[in-house]
């Protein structure tokens, strides 16, 4: 193995142990660094001693490798590192790149939009559409219990049981696939097309406990809004997060107060005749206080201007 790849091991102890007396500091729970056995390490990497030639990656310590380049590298960008992963059987090559800043494109121009998200459908926006969840999702989540099941079955210890969970990562591999490029696809749509977008400061590790923790999981809000973060902060898009809570219970139309069921799934307003669906309705509610909240944190030397 090269001595590079052998740094990197260390320098992962190092950040586990900082990061483990840093929560110690705080007074948080932390749990203590793991050991991780050959079969749970499932990475190595290269900050030198590697190589590009035709197109084949060079690893000092193992050879040249043939790889299918899912995109190209930017000309520009600087190649820092090079990790080699090992995901559900299949190998993957990651690099780090440096790369100039690209000049950020003006929001201005592009409107402000209102985001729910839900169990129902994944998202509903303020303009009334609904985004559904990844297809095909329930037809995975179907092979998955079939693949847990093909696993229990299995002698411990034995060689078709350790097929059985290859075959079984692989699934939940599959999943996270699934929900990972809806995630980016939504998100990359939505800096594209808004120019502000107003969403719920959820507590997602609470609900993530609550009554309905496995949508809630399932969903898999964190990783959405992550890149929703990113990638609004990429395109100059203003993402504010209005204070949970009342959204799906007042009118979106004259602000008087609805209480309803979890059950209910149209907004019927008894004061101005609003007829709108549930989601919808909330959405709305949430790009007003996104808008509230946008004029409001404004200097206020800029609107004598
Ligand atoms: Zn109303």
């Known amino acids: 193995m090269s001595c590079s790849a052998m740094r990197d091991p260390l320098r992962r102890l190092d950040r586990a142990f900082t990061a483990f007396f840093r929560r110690v500091k705080v007074g ?22 590697w190589g590009l030639h035709d197109g084949r990656l060079a690893l000092q310590g193992i050879g040249q490798a043939r790889v299918k380049w899912h995109r190209p590298l930017p000309i520009s960008a600087v190649v820092r590192t090079v ?12 690099f780090s790149l440096e790369v100039s800043r ?20 994944f998202a509903t926006l303020s303009t009334g559409e609904q985004i559904p969840g990844p297809r095909a999702y329930h037809a995975a989540m179907r092979q998955l219990r079939r693949a847990q099941r093909r696993v229990c079955r299995r ?33 990359r749509r939505l800096v594209s097309e808004f120019g502000l977008i107003a ?41 504010i997060r209005v204070p949970p809570g009342g959204t799906s219970q007042t009118c979106s139309g004259c602000g008087s107060v609805v209480p309803k069921l979890l059950s209910e799934r149209t907004h019927r307003c008894p004061d101005c005749g609003l007829v709108i669906d549930r989601d919808t309705n909330a959405a709305r509610n949430i790009l007003r206080l996104g808008l509230s909240r946008q004029a409001s944190t404004w200097p206020t030397g800029a609107c004598v201007a």
């Open 155 to 187: 002698q411990k210890g034995s060689h078709r049981r350790q097929k059985a969970r290859l075959l079984l990562a692989r699934q939940h591999q599959r999943i996270w696939n699934l929900r990972h490029d809806h995630a980016h696809k939504l998100t």
């Open 199 to 239: 969403i719920e400061d959820l507590n997602i590790r609470g609900l993530a406990r609550g009554l309905l923790a496995k949508q809630v999981t399932d969903q898999s809000w964190a990783a959405f809004l992550t890149m929703l973060e990113y990638k609004a902060a990429e395109a100059g898009t203003r993402l």
């Open 28 to 49: 948080a729970k932390p749990g203590h660094p793991r050991f991780r056995s050959a079969r749970r390490y499932d990475s190595l990497t290269w900050d030198s001693g």
């Open 102 to 121: 690209s000049p950020q494109a003006a929001a201005a121009g592009r409107p402000a939009v209102g985001l729910d998200l839900g169990i129902r459908h």
């Open 83 to 94: 990790t080699v992963r090992r995901v559900a059987g299949r190998w993957y090559a990651c």
